[in-house]
T-cell receptor, first 112, second 113 residues
Framework: AQSVTQLGSHVSVSEGALVLLRCNYS??????LFWYVQYPNQGLQLLLK??????LVKGINGFEAEFKKSETSFHLTKPSAHMSDAAEYFC??????????FGTGTRLQVFP | SQTIHQWPATLVQPVGSPLSLECTVE??????LYWYRQAAGRGLQLLFY??????ISSEVPQNLSASRPQDRQFILSSKKLLLSDSGFYLC????????????FGSGTRLTVV
């Protein structure tokens, strides 16, 4: 079975500051890992995903995440926050089943 | 190109009334289909998924049911809504084989009053 833990339900940063959203996973098989973003009352948009190969994954809007097997982590980062990054972010894992399991989400606030 | 449609966008229903939410996918065949619910402060919970017509797996015991009458149609239903059924419902699909790419619909905001 797979599970995801997102540390911090709310994260606040200043515009231009580093964004770090934490995600730890549990999986009995090599995982597929995902980060999605959700703007208010909208569906989910894929930011990036890790399947196999390079452990540093670059996504849209300047985000990237690094798969660290030894730490069972897949933290999301962005060097410089923008006001438009304010949204809710979800980490998700998929293993040897067809199911995509989500964490509880982290709401990112960006202050001017 | 593939698209996913979900409707209605918003719905207000009284307690005890029936529910039917529909999701359709275009531009692909034999997709895996999923229903998720997002309740306030609780993240995204997988409710049902389907790998083929008439094949439904339920993840969480609840007041809801799902059906897949056609290859690219997935319906979420309830005979009698409860207040606790309120939430944001999202449909998603992925190709049955190949890349793990999950694409989500725009969601339905259900308020049970």
């Amino acid at each position: 079975a797979q599970s995801v833990t997102q540390l911090g339900s709310h994260v606040s940063v200043s515009e231009g500051a580093l964004v770090l959203l934490r995600c730890n996973y549990s999986s009995s098989v090599p995982p597929y890992l995902f980060w999605y973003v959700q703007y208010p009352n909208q569906g989910l948009q894929l930011l990036l995903k890790y399947t196999t190969g390079a452990t540093l994954v670059k996504g849209i809007n300047g985000f990237e995440a690094e798969f660290k097997k030894s730490e069972t982590s897949f933290h999301l980062t962005k060097p410089s926050a923008h006001m438009s990054d304010a949204a809710e972010y979800f980490c998700a894992v998929s293993g040897n089943t067809d199911k995509l399991i989500f964490g509880t989400g982290t709401r990112l606030q960006v202050f001017p | 190109s593939q698209t996913i449609h979900q409707w209605p966008a918003t719905l207000v229903q009284p307690v005890g009334s029936p529910l039917s939410l529909e999701c359709t996918v275009e531009g692909t065949s034999n997709p895996n289909l999923y229903w998720y619910r997002q309740a306030a402060g609780r993240g995204l919970q997988l409710l049902f998924y389907s790998v083929g017509i008439g094949q439904i797996s339920s993840e969480v015991p609840q007041n809801l049911s799902a059906s897949r009458p056609q290859d690219r149609q997935f319906i979420l239903s309830s005979k009698k809504l409860l207040l606790s059924d309120s939430g944001f419902y999202l449909c998603a699909w992925r190709a049955g084989q190949g890349l793990r790419v999950y694409t989500f619909g725009s969601g339905t905001r259900l308020t049970v009053v």
